[in-house]
């Protein structure tokens, strides 16, 4: 019994860091893979709590199918800070004239 509470209140205490983590993440991809541990925590609670039908869903949905189209669409997107406006010219000297 008491294990079993130690064990809940490690996963409580990674689960809240991770949330923390993902919120607090510019990089998206990082965030995605954050969401995706909180995913799997959540599973391991339910499947604590006597729910497996509940785990194996959160575990399937949760971390597979979800974090995978994230990534996908991430992937398949560009970042903003890597495009250059048009109006923007390279810095020039004035001494190069």
């Known amino acids: ?3 079993e509470a130690i ?3 490690i996963l409580a205490v ?3 860091a ?3 983590y993902a919120v607090m993440q510019k990089d998206l991809l990082y965030a995605v893979i954050a969401t995706g541990v ?3 925590i959540l599973s391991v609670f ?3 709590m006597q729910a497996p039908d509940v785990a194996l869903t959160e575990a399937a949905i949760g971390i597979a199918l979800t974090t995978i189209v994230f990534i996908i669409t991430i992937r398949n997107t560009s970042r903003r800070e890597d ?3 048009m109006d923007h010219e390279p810095d020039r000297n004035e001494n190069d004239n």
């Open 1 to 3: 019994m008491m294990f």
């Open 7 to 9: 064990v809940i209140i």
């Open 14 to 16: 990674i689960l809240l």
């Open 18 to 20: 991770a949330a923390v």
């Open 38 to 40: 909180i995913s799997l």
């Open 46 to 48: 339910f499947f604590i």
């Open 83 to 85: 495009e250059v406006p």
